[in-house]
């Protein structure tokens, strides 16, 4: 299988939002380099190329122009794109561990998807607490949980490799989590009553709410391994 990956293609004006990390654009030219490592390391990809035109046989991006309902598991937008259905228990994205970064509570929460029932401050009672992702919102988390350190990774494969050594993984819906849930790590999901677009499958992992059921369930977890 070959993937073309297109840079720079806008965000429509009715559907921007001024928060997103890419601006006005799906992807950015700098997000497509950070991806490419991981990609071209996953064993069912033939090849990864940016896209410059080549003839497209299956159009991923085609899910934003269907009439579906964007509260299915955003996965399956793509079972319906192919026809192919794969077994979301079994791990699918392919790396290595980190070599020198392990057994830490990664953290990765996108500012655009908090869940405004729910706080982190608990957390200030565990250690190796770490977050990948955008240093602001490190900085946002971190008033709430201020043992909470900061790693810039240098490409998605080395968020991946992290991701994968890790104790347990927290985020909401974003790049990270979707990185824990293909991995299939101990892994928790915050999930946003407005928008439940994505849902845990297969491993130790569960999506929660409510504070209660948040702290309850990372320390099961933690606990466990």
């Known amino acids: 299988m070959q993937l073309l990956c297109s840079v720079r293609k806008k965000i429509p004006i009715h559907a921007q939002n001024k928060s997103h990390p890419f601006g006005e654009f799906y992807l950015s030219k700098n ?3 950070m991806i490419l490592p991981l990609l071209k390391k996953q064993s069912y990809l033939n090849s990864v190329e940016k896209f410059k035109n080549q003839e497209i046989d299956i159009n991923l991006d085609l899910f934003r122009d269907l009439p ?9 937008w793509y079972f319906h794109l192919t026809g192919f259905h794969y077994n979301l228990n079994e791990p699918y994205i392919e790396t290595d561990n980190h070599k020198f970064i392990k057994d830490k ?4 929460r996108s500012a ?9 401050k608990f957390l200030n009672n565990f250690k190796d607490l770490i977050f990948l992702g955008l240093k602001n919102e490190y900085l946002d988390l971190k008033k709430e949980v201020p043992n909470l350190e900061f790693y810039n990774c240098k490409d998605f494969i080395e968020m991946a490799e992290i991701i994968k050594n ?3 993984f927290i985020g909401n819906l974003s790049f990270g989590y979707t990185l824990a849930e293909g991995l299939k790590v101990p892994r928790l999901l915050e999930s946003n009553p407005e928008f439940p677009l994505v849902y845990p499958n297969g491993g130790r992992c569960y999506d929660f709410y409510f504070q209660n059921h948040f ?3 990372f320390k099961k977890l933690y606990k466990y391994k």
Do not use: T
């Not at 579906?68 to 399956?76: A, P």
């Not at 509570?105 to 990765?108: E, R, S």
């Not at 908090?114 to 982190?120: A, D, T």
């Open 31 to 33: 997000s497509v380099e």
């Open 68 to 76: 579906i309902n964007f509260n299915l598991d955003s996965v399956r």
């Open 105 to 108: 509570v990664v953290i990765i």
């Open 112 to 120: 655009r998807r908090k869940n405004f029932l729910i706080n982190y």
């Open 166 to 168: 890790s104790k347990v």
């Open 215 to 217: 702290e309850m369930l």
